[in-house]
């Protein structure tokens, strides 16, 4: 984690989707058409990094048809690099329809996964040293278990894998109740944790007391300084993670949300600034700021900066259509961190 960005080789491991949404806002009861875009939370780190000029690279599993080798295209249209992506004859894409929320109108996912290409692909047929032997650093996320035993299986191959070839490897816990039962997920995301580096999100996650009550019941989902501390310190005490950190959001409207963070590194806990901002877009903002965070980490910044940097990368995500955060220079986000909103000229 210590190494420049000209040494990172970034990879990361997850579900491509098809995404369609219903144009201008509507409902899809009474949309005529949908617009398509390619997402997935893995995906959408792969690219933000890669637009920001990280060497980035994208694993999966996709249907060997013209859908799946466009959503191929896509990601390699933002200079991800897809060769180690496998085209299978099994299986089918995966997708998801967003309804965009508007005003008092939030937004809503509604997945179609089932039997998709990658979450019935047999994973233990694969060299997971192979694959990740040029690489140093490795992301994944907890909604890949969520979809299927087969998936599980590729997070621990990949982790075990990992931890023999010395790459730091950062993990996303990103909980979707649509995809598994709450405890399902803290009981089966813990047991990766050993093996993780970067941690973001604190939930689904057992961290037991004495009595066997979890530490994170009951915790504010607005929590303080001292309370959001209180559970970085134990959990850096059972997994000595490098870095932890989560976003949290306050929800003005469908259209209007507010951000900020907080950062456990070298020790010690950081709170970022609040932002509030109108929303155009807001799937991918939690990728957004997992890959600001993880770019902050390869380009060495100070603790206080990782953590504005990481919730300006949401913010600028949630002005933007589609999956992927495509800002491709540090410049504009170190203004927006530093809320400089002048016309560059």
Excluded at 126 to 138: A, P, Q, Y
Excluded at 206 to 231: A, F, H, V
């Amino acid at each position: 984690m210590g190494k420049g960005t000209g040494e990172i080789k970034f990879i990361t491991m997850g579900e491509l989707l098809l995404r369609l949404s219903p144009p201008n806002y509507e409902k899809i009861r009474t949309a005529g058409d949908f617009k398509i875009s390619y997402g997935g939370a893995e995906a959408n780190v792969a690219a933000s990094l890669a637009n920001l000029g990280i060497s980035s690279a994208y694993f999966t599993v996709v249907p060997d048809s013209s859908i799946g080798k466009a959503a191929i295209r896509y990601l390699r249209s933002n200079d991800v690099h897809c060769s180690p992506c496998i085209y299978s004859q099994e299986g089918r894409m995966g997708i998801y329809f967003l309804e965009e929320g508007f005003g008092v109108r939030s937004s809503k996912v509604t997945y179609d996964r089932k039997d998709s290409s990658f979450a019935t692909f047999d994973f233990t047929r694969l060299d997971f040293k192979e694959i990740l032997k040029s690489f140093n650093w490795l992301h994944l996320s907890g909604i890949t278990p969520a979809l299927s035993e087969n998936c599980r299986k590729l997070i621990m191959l990949a982790l075990k894998a990992a931890k023999e070839l010395d790459i730091t490897v950062s993990f996303d816990c990103n909980f979707r109740s649509a995809l598994w039962e709450w405890q399902t997920a803290r009981d089966c995301i813990t047991q990766y944790l050993p093996y993780v580096d970067v941690l973001f999100g604190i939930e689904p996650i057992n961290l037991p007391d004495e009595n066997g009550k979890d530490l994170k019941d009951g915790m504010s989902m607005n929590p303080t300084y001292k309370e959001q501390d209180r559970i970085f310190r134990e959990l850096h005490k059972r997994y000595n993670f490098k870095a932890i950190g989560r976003h949290v959001r306050y929800v003005h409207s469908g259209s209007e949300n507010s951000l900020k963070a907080f950062l456990w590194y070298d020790g010690e806990t950081y709170e970022s600034k609040t932002f509030r901002f109108n929303i155009l877009d807001r799937v991918g903002g939690g990728d957004a700021f997992a890959s600001g965070a993880i770019y902050a980490i390869m380009r060495q910044m100070k603790p206080d900066d990782i953590v504005n940097f990481a919730v300006a990368t949401s913010v600028i995500k949630h002005t933007m259509h589609g999956d992927f955060n495509i800002t491709d220079d540090e410049e504009s986000i170190r203004k927006l961190m530093n809320q400089e909103f002048e016309i560059r000229r």
